[in-house]
């Protein structure tokens, strides 16, 4: 059915609706959405109705993970009608003083591409800025395509980590990005991964990528390194313990970057003498920077597998089954695409 939406009315309450896309402005062009993948943030707007602030007033279009199809030529960027895209969700203001500074994925006044109020990708056709559409190199997949955001966001963690050659790490969560975060360390030269979830067949898909070690919570960071602790942590759960069992699995003089999104917007309680004692480096990724040209090429050059990662497909009219799926973190889960 054309011109239908995955509507998030508010927590818990995802529904397809009739949907009509906005004229594109002179500066947008009008895109075909061919795959748009089911994020932890849109979960966390179905689940909680909205992440910190960011609170589903009126219902929304989620998905910012997504390539599409070109309905005109855009001889500017050298692609033409029908032409596979991906598009980059994020258009910041480019005049702010964290854009001046060239911290984009910073930018407090960005127009992003599915988060409120911004409709997102999960519908069959959008307007998007001509400058955030992606050229991309012959055989890239739809699939592949859409997987280039989320891998950006791995991308910009192992920026801020700086992994070192040989180092331990620690990744806890083994969804998309955790999974998509080992095997960047993997290319870095870390030789003991720690793989961190409470899911059987995500710990398999970390030992398959590149993981040596795995456990079902934080403390395998302490039992594979003789209580030690790991240098680098890469917290990417969705859980309140997320910061405070990236503390305990660090070692002493450890990093901790913080990749996810906590459900309710809150972290438990930390141990302030756990973390000082330490003398922990806590970092928090937001987004990601200039990272698109790197996503591709580790792809197109297939030095990361995004395929693996895929494990379930949905029309959009069974959109609303791919959210409760994602949210009752069915067996066997990973990652959804939405193919509309
Ligand atoms: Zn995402
Ligand atoms: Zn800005």
Redesign the pocket.
Known sequence: MKNTALFIHGAGDARVGSHTPDDPSTDQVMVDVVAV?L???DLHYYKDGGIGTAVIDDPFVPG??FSATLTEDVPQLDIQKGELVAVDPATPCHVCEWCEKGYHNLCPDVRFTGAPPFNGAMTQALPVPVPALIKLPSGMTPEQAAML??LG?CIHAIDLAKPRLLETVAVLGCGGIGLGIIQLLTLCGCQSIIAVDPQSHRLEKAKSLGANSVGTDYTAALQYTSQRGCDLVIEATNSPDGLSHSVLAAAIGGRVILVGIPDGDSYSTVSAAQARRRALDLRFSRRMGNVYKRAITLVQEQRVDVDTLITHRFSLDDAPGAFRMQADEADGLIKSMILP
Do not use: L, T
Request: aromatic content about 0%; proline content about 11%.
């Open positions: 993948g994020c932890g943030s910012h993970e955001e989320p966001v």
